[in-house]
């Protein structure tokens, strides 16, 4: 089955950038999505297509991809940040929806 | 405004089923996929499958075959996700999401979801 790999942790002062990597095979011809989830409450999805944003979400929010490896940059990192964050893509060999092990955000 | 509500919290014996409702409102039910996806305790997210509400088509994740069944009520906007001989690792937060149907949907991601449902299996 796919397998999604993501760092288990990231830690981040604040003000400063963080880097969230997705690494998968052939995750370059995929279309990645990454989702915020706080303690206690649902996912919300933070970055569609790769790159793009839903409407509410803060420019500081940006996604880009290279090789097998896409990438969530979090600019300007606020406390109200921290969370884990998930990369999910749609495996077309098994139509399944697969998600990466999950990244914990900590603000120093 | 788009929502969608699921059921209250289930505490289920090993072996029992449940049943997870999600109310969908503000948008048009039947135009949008519903998927499940669960989070055991301290755990990452996993997808369990989807049903089309407009045709009662499903696709289920391997893991689940058998034991899961996902269907729909139109009439009153809600998607239902039973799963049967349940275990202690079936302990998870459930959640239903939406997403567009065919290749939207792939590019587009889970735009929506539930608040979740708690199941705890102990005896």
């Known amino acids: 089955s796919y397998v999604l790999t993501q760092p288990p942790s990231v830690s981040v002062a604040p003000g400063q950038t963080a880097r969230l990597t997705c690494g998968g095979n052939?995750?370059?011809?995929?279309?990645v999505h990454w989702y915020q989830q706080k303690p206690g409450q649902a996912p919300v999805l933070v970055v569609y297509d790769d790159s793009d944003r839903p409407s509410g979400i803060p420019e500081r929010f940006s996604g880009s991809k290279s090789g097998n490896t896409a990438t969530l940059t979090i600019s300007r990192v606020e406390a109200g940040d921290e969370a884990d964050y998930y990369c999910?893509?749609?495996?077309?060999?098994?139509?399944?929806?697969?998600f990466g092990t999950g990244t914990k955000v900590t603000v120093l | 405004q788009v929502q969608l509500v699921q059921s209250g919290a289930e505490v289920k014996k090993p072996g029992a089923s449940v049943k997870v409702s999600c109310k969908a409102s503000?948008?048009?039910?039947?135009?949008?996929?519903m998927h499940w996806v669960r989070q055991a305790p301290g755990q990452g997210l996993e997808w369990m499958g989807w049903?089309?509400?407009?045709?009662?088509?499903?696709n289920y994740a391997q893991k689940f075959q058998g034991r899961v069944t996902m269907t729909r009520d139109t009439s009153i906007s809600t998607a239902y996700m039973e799963l049967s001989r349940l275990r202690s690792d079936d302990t998870a937060v459930y959640y239903c999401?939406?997403?567009?149907?065919?290749?939207?949907?792939?590019?587009?991601?889970?735009?929506?979801w539930g608040q979740g449902t708690t199941v705890t299996v102990s005896s």
């Open positions: 052939n995750i370059g011809i995929k279309s």
């Open positions: 999401a939406r997403v567009l149907p065919g290749v939207r949907g792939v590019l587009w991601g889970m735009d929506v």
């Open positions: 999910q893509v749609w495996d077309s060999r098994s139509d399944h929806y697969v």
């Open positions: 503000g948008y048009t039910f039947t135009g949008y996929y």
């Open positions: 049903i089309n509400p407009n045709s009662g088509g499903t």
